[in-house]
Nanobody
Framework: QVQLVESGGGLVQPGGSLRLSCAASGFALDDWAIGWFRQAPGKEREGVSCISRSHGLTVYDDSVKGRFTISKDNAKNTVYLEMNSLKPEDTAVYYC????????????????????WGQGTQVTVSS
C-alpha cells in the first residue's frame, strides 16, 4: 500500500514563501530516496530536488538552487520542500515521488528513475 500524498500548495505572491509536504505510507523514508518534480501547463515535467535515503545528500535543479530547501522527518515519514523567493515561473503542479534504486547517498532528478508518484499539489505564484 505505497502512497505519497502532497499538501501545502496554494496561491502566493511573488517573493513569498510556501512549504510543501509529502506524506509517505507503506514504506519508510530511511529506505528510499524522495524527489520533487513539477509540471506547468503546456510544459514537460521537470525535476526540482531530491533527498537521499541516508547521509543527507540533496540535489537541486539550477532554477531553484538557493531558493528551495528539501528536508525530511523520518519519524513522521514526511518530506518537505521549503520554497522561498517564489517567482511566477515556479507556478506548477508539484509532485513527490519515490526513487527506485541507488546507493544510500544517491539522488536523481530524472523522472524515469522513480516508481511511485503522488497526485500533486497546485502552487500558483501571482500578484
Amino acid at each position: 500500500q505505497v502512497q505519497l500524498v502532497e499538501s501545502g500548495g496554494g496561491l502566493v505572491q511573488p517573493g513569498g514563501s510556501l512549504r510543501l509536504s509529502c506524506a509517505a505510507s507503506g514504506f519508510a523514508l530511511d529506505d528510499w530516496a524522495i524527489g520533487w518534480f513539477r509540471q506547468a501547463p503546456g510544459k514537460e515535467r521537470e525535476g526540482v530536488s531530491c533527498i537521499s535515503r541516508s547521509h543527507g545528500l540533496t540535489v537541486y535543479d539550477d532554477s531553484v538552487k538557493g531558493r528551495f530547501t528539501i528536508s525530511k522527518d523520518n519519524a513522521k515519514n514526511t518530506v518537505y520542500l521549503e520554497m522561498n523567493s517564489l517567482k511566477p515561473e515556479d507556478t506548477a503542479v508539484y509532485y513527490c515521488a519515490r526513487l527506485r534504486t541507488g546507493s544510500p547517498r544517491y539522488c536523481s532528478t530524472r523522472g524515469y528513475e522513480y516508481d511511485y508518484w503522488g497526485q500533486g499539489t497546485q502552487v500558483t505564484v501571482s500578484s
